[in-house]
């Protein structure tokens, strides 16, 4: 007799242990950049590749759309329609992709990432160029496939993996309005003199102290997390398992701490997922958007916020002494400074988009053939050059910066900026529904913050779409309007600007 009463019940089942072996895969690749010792480089690649062809399989198997398709749609509930309705959306994908390209990609973005990594190391793009090659081939190769039959170009069938239904011309109007704006603040603001410089000796022992610490205040829950160093920093799994990395620099302890509240904000998404979605398709992030917003607004609007620099300032004076600020207001210009830099993690709020959009620019014109691959690094540093008047001599500090490209995750970069559009909308709403949000800022206290942001967006998951989880969030549509204010607001006030 089946232990199952209905056919939905059945595909739940099924379907859950194709997600079981997609939280294996994640972890692998956590544990390949975390503590995976660098000899078993060859074997993870195999070991990938073959799980990702298992989960594949299931997802593509007759079983799979036998069950879908058995299940009667008049029958179910808000949430299982929804169940169904993106299981569906990923059968149809995945259908699409060959079992070997799948394969194919796991290893070749494994040994890519390891590559990236020594170029690196290295300073040496040619070193990661004809591994690149190869993955740019499959994923090419993956996009052609998946954009067959549809009116998608190449690059949108790629963008549409970490940004459900969105399109680049939605995204391009909004970072066409963005563009300009930025541009010129900072043109504005960089005309300022510099302000003074955190100073001091910030020993890792004592960053990692203080990074646990900020986690917590920030509500990670480490008993079903941790946090480990990366060369890269980055949040990985869901449900309860959810592990988080940073990087830590004797002489700037900012990059450790901002790392760690950018990743706190993956974390608490997925951490705070209602547990009755887990392991099914809602209980996960909906969108690297949406993810975005919340890492952003954590680091941003909370984080480097004139109410929080109070309590971070006497933090830090505990743990490191004298820092050559003389008060929070000096700190908080500090952690807010706007310096021209090759570092995209490491910049600005104001610059950081403009970083973004450089990559951009450069993933479509590769995708849609304007740009060809052995031209890319120089492309690179001609159009940096342009857009912030910076030579690039080493490409650590330029194309091998990010780890992304070696992981095949083209279309993946403007859910960033898109992140920080919705984290103005949701700053925009939290400020009005949480009147005494900077008075509990002041002291410490997030408690109030990251509820709202668990109770108005984390714990749906994947229950709506990207736009209308921020919308319905927010009370208005999502527009690059209420990040515009805010930046303007903010810069214009820290550099006396009016």
């Known amino acids: 007799m089946s232990k199952f009463t209905n056919a939905f019940e059945k595909l739940f089942e099924f ?26 480089l060859a074997d993870r690649a195999q070991e990938q590749a073959s799980l990702m062809i298992i989960a594949h399989k299931r997802l593509t198997s007759s079983e799979f759309s036998d069950l879908l398709n058995s299940v009667k749609i008049e029958n179910l509930s808000k949430t299982q329609l929804r169940q169904v309705s993106l299981m569906r959306k990923e059968l149809i994908r995945a259908q699409k992709v060959p079992n070997e390209l799948i394969g194919a990609l796991a290893k070749e973005t494994t040994l890519a990432h390891s590559e990236w990594v020594n170029a690196r190391k290295n300073n040496d793009f040619q070193q990661f160029l004809p591994q690149f090659k190869k993955v740019l081939k499959l994923r090419i190769e993956e996009a052609d496939a998946i954009r067959n039959d549809t009116d998608l170009s190449r690059y949108d069938a790629l963008l549409q993996e970490y940004e459900p239904d969105l399109k680049s011309d939605y995204i391009d109007n909004i970072f066409n309005t963005l563009r300009p704006v930025l541009v010129d603040l900072r043109s504005r603001v960089l005309d300022r003199p510099p302000f003074q410089e955190i100073i001091g000796h910030f020993p890792i022992d004592k960053q990692r102290e203080l990074c646990n610490e900020v986690a917590k205040t920030f509500g990670y829950n480490f008993s079903r997390g941790r946090i480990d160093t990366a060369v890269h920093p980055f949040c990985s799994g869901s449900g309860n398992d959810v592990r ?50 919340q890492s952003r607004i954590l680091e941003n609007q909370l984080g480097r916020s004139e109410a929080f620099a ?85 490409p650590s500090e330029g194309i091998l910066q990010d780890v992304h490209w070696s992981e095949g995750l083209f279309g993946y970069f403007p859910t960033y900026s898109l992140g920080n559009v919705y984290a103005g909308c949701l700053y925009d709403a939290m400020q009005i529904q949480l009147p005494t949000l900077n008075e509990n800022l002041n002291s410490g206290d997030l408690t109030g913050a990251i509820d709202w942001l668990a109770n108005s967006v984390q714990k749906h998951g994947s229950l709506y779409s990207p736009v209308d989880l921020i919308s319905g969030a927010c009370g208005f549509d999502v527009t690059a309007k209420p990040l515009i204010a805010y930046i303007n607001k903010k810069f214009s006030s820290i550099y006396n600007l009016n």
Not at 256 to 276: M, P
Request: proline share 1%; glycine share 6%.
């Open 15 to 40: 379907n859950k242990i194709t997600l079981s072996l997609n939280k294996v895969i994640e972890r692998n690749s956590w544990d390949q950049e975390a503590i995976m010792p660098i000899g078993a």
């Open 244 to 293: 988080i990395t940073t990087r830590f620099d004797e002489n700037d302890p900012f990059a450790s701490i901002y790392s760690t509240i950018h990743e706190v904000g993956h974390a608490l998404y997925e951490q705070n997922i209602d547990q009755i979605y887990n392991f099914s398709n809602i209980g996960r992030g909906v969108s690297m958007g949406v993810h975005e917003s």
């Open 310 to 394: 109070d309590w971070l300032f006497n933090k830090f004076s505990d743990y490191f002494g004298d820092i050559g600020c003389k008060d929070s207001t000096s700190f908080y210009n500090s952690i807010n400074s706007v310096k021209n830099g090759f570092i995209r993690t490491e910049s600005d709020e104001l610059q950081y988009n403009i970083h973004v959009l450089l990559r951009y620019r450069l993933e479509k014109w590769l995708f849609d053939g304007e740009l060809n691959a052995n031209d890319l690094e120089y492309v690179w540093n001609e159009e940096f050059e342009k857009d912030f008047g910076l030579i690039i001599e080493n």
